[in-house]
């Protein structure tokens, strides 16, 4: 990862809080253990995003002031970086499933959302 992509998921990460986002890092790596065994860390397998989480959001009138979280993956991206296969995969079923996954290149693409 560019260290531009590093600054925008960190801004991301700390402006997202203002529109009701509580995200992580995702930090996706495959490492060996001291068995020699190979592990896949991080959420999402191959495609996972850079920042997960949640979003809140008050819902219909029916059932005014309650509160649910909705799940969150957030890809973060330079202007003119690529998007992956598996990445496109991850996204397009976060939204499938009812959540909220895009891609970013700067916390505007997050307030489009709100």
């Not at 009701?20 to 930090?27: T, W």
């Amino acid at each position: 990862m560019s260290q531009k992509e590093t600054n925008i998921w960190r801004s991301i990460l700390l402006d997202s809080q203002k529109l009701g986002y509580r995200l992580f890092r995702n930090q996706r790596y495959k490492g060996q253990s001291d068995k020699g065994a190979w592990l896949d860390c991080g959420v999402g397998g191959d495609g996972g995003s850079d920042l997960i989480g949640y979003r809140i959001i008050t819902i219909t009138p029916d059932m005014v002031g309650r509160h649910v979280a909705v799940f969150a993956a957030i890809e973060t991206k330079i202007k003119g970086g690529r998007k992956s296969p598996e990445q496109k995969r991850f996204i397009d079923a976060v939204n499938n499933n009812g959540g909220i996954g895009l891609f970013a290149y700067s916390i505007d693409d997050l307030i489009d959302v709100s």
